[in-house]
């Protein structure tokens, strides 16, 4: 059994002293909407939707979400549709700017968080030069609050003291020539890859090239958090091959490193649906913590 | 005019078609409470307080949140308190353990994201070893979504294409020996640094050693996305100095990078109290952006 939204919703607490953030005709709201489940939400992206006029909002956000906009609120698709380009990014943030300037609460809603790969800088830049107020509302981003949905810890003490998040795309969609890749493989026992698909074979080799071992452990996620999550465990030297042959399509997340591993434990989505954990000690350092704890 | 929750509660969305995630008896949820503003909360975090029976929390969940828990709910503090040693790991997954085989709704709430630096993945493999079903939900991370209400982008297609996680702690709480600094420092124009503030002249040494400039941007933040929120920003050679001489007490976010510059433009909720933002063009790019896109 599991509660609709209507039943939990005269629930929700009257919380004491508790305002929320004001939104007025005039305004910006730079949003994440998260990785795509509706739960993951913030309750403020959620009462900014409740208040905005319009909704100018990505390819990427999950209809439901959109669904709780307010009546009669106007939505607008900024992001890639079917065949068409996509608009410059200058052109979306004057877009903004001629809709705050006509008096309504705009809510710019994005996939996952503004300020992660999302371009949320650039258009709060142009707010501030424009002169119109705005805020700013995290969201989840798909890199950690993604992998969670896939069972994928971004850091575990036995594991990483550091994560590199690094974007397989630059200003122009090439693999990005500004990123010093063996740099990023030796920094960091864990990295998570957003919009890789592309160039993920170039990727790998820069990787294995830098010191990683081919051996290395992969995980490919895609629609992370939704029903429709794919999970693609590799590694790093047949990464390219097998997500070609698995027909995994972008957007996808990837992920290398041995956290990688807990997955055969913390698949928690898989465990509802009654599968069993494959293994209990996936790092095989259960012993070792015993005696350090101990 | 700021609206109450109370006012914006009765018109919360009757979601078509959306069910919110069963919560057995029995089972547990590792969940994120985000930085620490009530509003920065996920939906199914909310869901899940409204749920629970009992709600094992650490020192950092502020007591909002905690007012928004089922009337009767039990409240269990795990973490540190007053001068008492903290309790051992094991223990509190074990605690968990205990509860949920008597029965209770265990939500297990947590600052941040319980996958970022939270030991999530530990209490995760202790409850899979011992058969307990769980949920991970996933909360907004401070070094994402409390930068952001600093005014900091993490990412800005400008500073970077990758941006670094680090703990300053390891096990022991000592600067972690594990981490190649050097690597790190070479990795990202952006570091983010948890639990850096003890070790922090050590860090920035080592980073300038690494071939970072000593009047890099910093910044330091304390409550992030709070009312009490501080932000001082500085230079990797004067962090630490000038951190201890603002007073500013650990725990404490740091980001290493130029983005910290955007503040100057972006710090909106400076703005939203009245002060005007210090430049529009805090990175110098504006006219290189207009030649590239015009």
């Known amino acids: 059994m599991t509660a609709k939204f209507p039943d939990i919703a005269p629930r929700l607490p009257a919380a004491e ?24 939400l913030t309750l403020n992206a959620l009462h900014g939707l409740r208040e905005a006029d319009v909704v100018v909002h990505d390819a990427l956000v999950d209809p439901r979400i959109l669904s ?28 903004l700017v001629e809709l705050a300037r006509a008096g309504n609460r705009v809510l710019r809603l994005k996939g996952g968080d503004p300020f992660v790969f999302g371009r949320g800088g650039e258009e709060a ?27 994928i810890p971004v850091t575990h003490r036995d594991v990483n003291q550091s994560v590199t998040f690094v974007t397989g795309h630059d200003k122009r969609g090439l693999a990005p020539v500004t990123v010093d890749w063996e740099a990023v493989a030796k920094a960091s ?13 170039e990727i790998a080799a820069a990787m294995i090239a ?19 999550q794919r999970v693609l ?18 957007p996808a997340l990837i992920v290398v490193g041995r956290n990688v591993l807990l997955r ?31």
């Open 17 to 40: 002293g508790h305002d929320w953030p004001e939104f007025r005709p005039g305004w910006v709201w730079l949003t994440g909407a998260g990785p795509g489940d509706p739960g993951l």
């Open 233 to 250: 465990e590799t590694s790093l030297a047949t990464a390219a091959a097998d997500a070609e042959a698995a027909g995994m399509q972008p």
């Open 210 to 228: 830098a010191g990683r071992a081919g051996s290395e452990p992969v995980a490919i996620v895609t629609d992370a958090s939704l029903p429709t």
């Open 189 to 201: 026992p864990v990295v998570v890859i957003y919009m890789g698909m592309k160039h993920l074979g």
């Open 264 to 294: 055969q434990a913390l698949d928690w989505a898989g465990q509802m649906a009654g599968e069993p954990p494959r293994s209990l000690d996936p790092l095989g350092t259960r012993a070792q913590d015993d005696a350090a704890e101990g």
């Open 68 to 95: 709780w906009a307010r009546p009669g609120a106007r939505l607008i698709h900024s992001g890639k549709r079917g065949g068409k380009a996509s608009p410059k990014q200058r052109d979306i943030t004057l877009h």
């Open 125 to 151: 830049l142009g707010l501030v030069e424009a002169g119109i107020p705005f805020r700013v509302v995290p969201g989840i981003s798909s890199g950690v609050g993604g992998l969670a949905h896939a069972g």
